[in-house]
Nanobody, 120 residues
Framework: QVQLVESGGGLVQARGSLRLTCKVS????????MGWYRQRPGKQREMVAT???????NYAEDVVDRFAISRDGAETPLVLQMYNLKPEDTAVYYC??????????????WGQGTQVTVSS
């Protein structure tokens, strides 16, 4: 199994920066892909950025030039570096890991979430 612990959220002014960290532990063979998702007030949870174990990244359109997802190795935390934050980035941010099991579906693990609040 995989366990996730997020940290780094908080209150920041618009145009500021924050760094979110997701510590991953457990059986790392159950991780094919990792990512950050967020749930804004009154909205559904949405993908922010993902990274595969091979290093391929994908970003939501509204963060692609402001956020950077990274992980230096299997034993290191997943990081989301956020720059030029906007009030609309206010949300609970969740770390997620995925393992693709073919016909058996997916093994998904979610972190507990960390609040990011951007003031105008």
């Amino acid at each position: 199994q995989v366990q996730l612990v997020e940290s780094g959220g908080g209150l920041v002014q618009a145009r500021g920066s924050l760094r979110l960290t997701c510590k991953v532990s457990g059986n790392l063979s159950y991780v094919d892909k990792m990512g950050w998702y967020r749930q804004r007030p009154g909205k559904q949870r949405e993908m922010v950025a993902t990274i595969t174990t091979g290093g391929d990244t994908n970003y939501a359109e509204d963060v692609v030039d402001r956020f950077a997802i990274s992980r230096d190795g299997a034993e290191t935390p997943l990081v989301l570096q956020m720059y030029n934050l906007k009030p609309e980035d206010t949300a609970v941010y969740y770390c997620r890991t995925q393992k693709f099991l073919g016909h058996a579906g997916e093994y998904n693990v979610w972190g507990q979430g960390t609040q990011v609040t951007v003031s105008s």
